[in-house]
């Protein structure tokens, strides 16, 4: 089973504040998917990463998969109030038809 | 534009009851799952399906059963409620099995046992 472990759980900061997720494993993902969920919604993906190295950049996030595809990094410049959510990492295993396994999340709160 | 739609987004049940949830999607997705959501432990897969007729487990499908009689419409039965089902659970569908493919969400049922 693999697994995926994110940190922290909770982060409460304030606006402008930079701020920086993680999400590891001891085993290697062929990609990476990162998304974001508000209250009473589901999940949306905010970005997927392939390949060990790679950087995307969505706005004020950018998004890193670690040179071994074993973990990766959200940050997160000058956040805002509406960045608040759960974000949740989701890796899909190198065996094809491999499930996505999902970590537990970090619950962001931006105060204004 | 609707997506994939959840019915019911509440419910209570007694111990021993069933129920079905129901999910819909209208995006011609081949490949349906549903997931529960618990406070610290991420969404877990219960069952999914590749296609109208198929369906096959997930990593944690004890107590529940599916069925993909139609290409749009994935259901999700419990038999025999118990309170360890209480949870959130989330239907999602995509155009193929992984391989990179973002998954879309319904916004979710939230199931009590009681």
Not at chain 1, 24 to 48: A, C, D, H, K, M
Not at chain 1, 81 to 92: I, N, R, S, W
Request: charged share 15%; net charge neutral; with cysteine.
């Amino acid at each position: 089973t693999q697994l995926l472990e994110q940190s922290p759980q909770f982060l409460s900061i304030q606006e402008g504040e930079n701020l920086t997720v993680y999400c590891n494993s001891s085993s290697v993902f062929s990609s990476l998917q990162w998304y974001r969920q508000e209250p009473g919604e589901g999940p949306v993906l905010l970005v997927t990463v392939v390949t060990g190295g790679e950087v995307k950049k969505l706005k004020r996030l950018t998004f890193q998969f670690g040179d071994a595809r074993k973990d990766s990094s959200l940050h997160i410049t000058a956040a805002q109030p509406g960045d608040t959510g759960l974000y949740l990492c989701a890796g899909e295993g190198e065996t094809s038809g491999s499930r996505l396994t999902f970590g537990e999340g970090t619950q962001l709160t931006v105060n204004p | 534009n609707a997506g994939v739609t959840q019915t019911p987004k509440f419910r209570v049940l007694k111990t021993g009851q069933s129920m079905t949830l129901l999910c819909a999607q209208d995006m011609n997705h081949e490949y349906m799952y549903w997931y529960r959501q618990d406070p610290g432990m991420g969404l877990r897969l219960i069952h999914y399906s590749v296609g109208e007729g198929t369906t096959a487990k997930g990593e944690v499908p004890d107590g529940y059963n599916v069925s993909r009689l139609k290409k749009q419409n994935f259901l999700l039965g419990l038999e025999s409620a118990a309170p360890s089902q209480t949870s959130v659970y989330f239907c999602a569908s995509s155009r193929q099995l992984y391989s990179n493919q973002p998954q879309h969400f319904g916004d979710g049922t939230r199931l009590s046992i009681l």
